[in-house]
Every structure is written in structure tokens, then in C-alpha cells.
């Protein structure tokens, strides 16, 4: 996840922990 911006889990990306965003 990033400090300063929201991280939002997705399924597709089921191996990392979140989606950058």
C-alpha cells in the first residue's frame, strides 16, 4: 500500500498484498 493514498485489495492481484494505487 502507499502512506499517503487510499490501498485497495484486488483479486487479481491475489499474491500481492495490495494494489498500489
Request: with cysteine; net charge neutral.
Amino acid at each position: 500500500g502507499h502512506p499517503s493514498k487510499p490501498c485497495t485489495p484486488r483479486p487479481v492481484l491475489a499474491g500481492v498484498q495490495e494494489n498500489e494505487l
